[in-house]
Nanobody
Framework: VQLVDSGGGLVQPGGSLRLSCAAS????????MNWYRQAPGKERELVAV????????NYADSVKGRFTISRDNAKNTVYLQMNSLKPEDTAVYYC????????WGQGTQVTVSS
């Protein structure tokens, strides 16, 4: 199982980024996928969840209306579109899948600063 996170970077407040997580080694279309984030000195927190078909999504209250999780099962990839970014969104973002155990991507840094 491999999850490869990408798409992070430095963006100004109010800007946008799209994160990607490319998955391999398991039947991607059968599993719920998750995005988490961890800011310096804070616990890792769940940001967004998407069901295996993409028909059900859930978000942390702090990102509702600004972030959108989606997936392309043909490409074995899950995305996180982040709009109206705020400095408090600064964190390392990770995708995760729960199989027999949890597997994590390596993380991608998002920094929101002017």
């Amino acid at each position: 199982v491999q999850l490869v996170d990408s798409g992070g970077g430095l963006v100004q407040p109010g800007g946008s980024l799209r994160l990607s997580c490319a998955a391999s080694g398991f039947t991607f279309s059968s599993y719920t996928m998750n995005w988490y984030r961890q800011a310096p000195g804070k616990e890792r927190e769940l940001v967004a969840v998407i069901s295996n078909t993409g028909g059900i999504t859930n978000y942390a209250d702090s990102v509702k209306g600004r972030f959108t999780i989606s997936r392309d099962n043909a490409k074995n990839t899950v995305y996180l579109q982040m709009n109206s970014l705020k400095p408090e969104d600064t964190a390392v973002y990770y995708c995760k899948v729960r199989l027999a155990r949890d597997y994590w991507g390596q993380g991608t840094q998002v920094t929101v600063s002017s």
